[in-house]
């Protein structure tokens, strides 16, 4: 099946600086790859998403970048404030009607005041 | 957003008893899903729903069943609990809709399931 590999797993940066986090996948028949956030406690929401009819997507502080070609795709959140903080996870789904994602393994962002 | 609950939020399960999560989601979505969370990981997809009637298996499906009686309602069914089926369980709901996008998941709050 599908495997979605993500990079860095903790990520700490200055605010207003950005941030920036890495996916690759395997499966070339993927062709949605959303973005969602987790505060502690809380459920993952969705942020942001790109399909693969797009190179790149933009949402306010948000942009998502895809590379199909090395399939790749990645998020940049620019100046960065500390509402930023939180785990981020990349998904890539695997075609079809199922919908069905597969998560990557989370970048634990902090945003040092 | 869509609007999916789960219930209860809560539980503590005695190893061998069983289980059953219920998730419901009240915005017409043909697929749901159930996943778990383990700490400081990403979620892993448990079984998943097409519409009433329809459970697949997902990619950690031993020790699992699902029920999908209606489109509102899907259920996870643990017969045994084990210990290491402690974990966060997240049930989501997506797919495509009439006049609807077709790949977007939303999650429910999640449920605490600690079986002892």
């Known amino acids: 099946g599908e495997q979605v590999e993500q990079l860095p797993s903790i990520l700490r940066v200055q605010e207003g600086s950005s941030a920036s986090i890495n996916c690759s996948y395997e499966d070339s028949a993927s062709n949605y790859f959303p973005w969602y956030k987790q505060e502690p406690g809380e459920n993952p929401k969705l942020i942001i998403d790109?399909?693969?009819?797009?190179e790149r997507k933009q949402i306010q502080e948000l942009i998502v970048l895809l590379d199909k070609k090395a399939k790749r795709f990645s998020l940049h959140i620019t100046d960065t404030q500390p509402g930023d903080s939180a785990m981020y996870f990349c998904?890539?789904?695997?075609?079809?009607?199922?919908?069905?994602?597969?998560f990557g393994e989370g970048t634990q962002v902090t945003v040092i005041s | 957003e869509a609007a999916v609950t789960q219930s209860p939020r809560n539980k503590v399960a005695v190893t061998g008893g069983k289980v059953t999560l219920s998730c419901n989601q009240t915005?017409?979505?043909?697929?749901m899903y159930w996943y778990r969370q383990d700490t400081g990981h990403g979620l892993r997809l448990i079984h998943y729903?097409?519409?009433?009637?329809?459970?697949e298996k997902g990619d950690i499906p031993d020790g699992y069943k699902a029920s999908r009686p209606s489109q509102e309602n899907f259920s996870l069914i643990l017969e045994l609990a084990t210990p290491s089926q402690t974990s966060v369980y997240f049930c989501?709901?997506?797919?495509?809709?009439?006049?609807?996008?077709?790949?977007?998941?939303?999650f429910g709050p999640g449920t605490r399931l600690t079986v002892l």
């Open positions: 989501a709901s997506g797919g495509a809709r009439l006049g609807g996008r077709r790949y977007e998941q939303y």
């Open positions: 998904a890539a789904n695997t075609g079809g009607l199922s919908g069905k994602l597969t």
């Open positions: 915005n017409n979505h043909n697929n």
């Open positions: 790109i399909r693969s009819n797009m």
């Open positions: 729903s097409y519409g009433a009637g329809s459970t």
